[in-house]
């Protein structure tokens, strides 16, 4: 059984920075797909970005890429987001997704869920 858990989230200023951390257990990011999705209170679930598994290649949601990192460490147990810069516009619940096969932008494609971690930028 997968398991993804989040964590990492906060409250931060406007112009700040946090590294969101997603663990897994069960597989490991070699054998998933990883991704970062966030929901605002009111709006669709939204793609942040992702890492394919076999070759690590990052690709990012509409003007994601310029402030947000995707990685995974060595041993591909958790996969990262590092914002910068971040406004208040970014408040969100953040999702990690994983998937052995899916990818893309969509959330329907993404089987694995964690539960969330909540982000707040402050004005």
């Known amino acids: 059984q997968v398991q993804l858990v989040e964590s990492g989230g906060g409250l931060v200023q406007t112009g700040g920075s946090l590294r969101l951390s997603c663990s897994a257990s069960?597989?490991?990011?070699?054998?998933?797909?990883g991704a970062w999705f966030r929901q605002a209170p009111g709006k669709a679930r939204e793609f942040v970005a992702a890492?394919?598994?076999?070759?690590?290649?990052?690709y990012y949601g509409e003007y994601m890429k310029d402030r947000f990192t995707i990685s995974r460490d060595n041993a591909k147990t958790t996969v990262y987001l590092q914002m910068d810069n971040l406004n208040t516009d970014d408040t969100a619940v953040y999702y990690c997704?994983?998937?052995?096969?899916?990818?893309?932008?969509?959330?329907?494609?993404?089987?694995?869920w964690g539960q969330g971690t909540q982000v707040t930028v402050s004005a």
């Open positions: 890492i394919i598994r076999s070759s690590g290649f990052a």
């Open positions: 069960g597989r490991t990011f070699s054998e998933l797909n």
């Open positions: 997704a994983g998937d052995a096969s899916g990818w893309g932008r969509l959330a329907e494609n993404w089987d694995y």
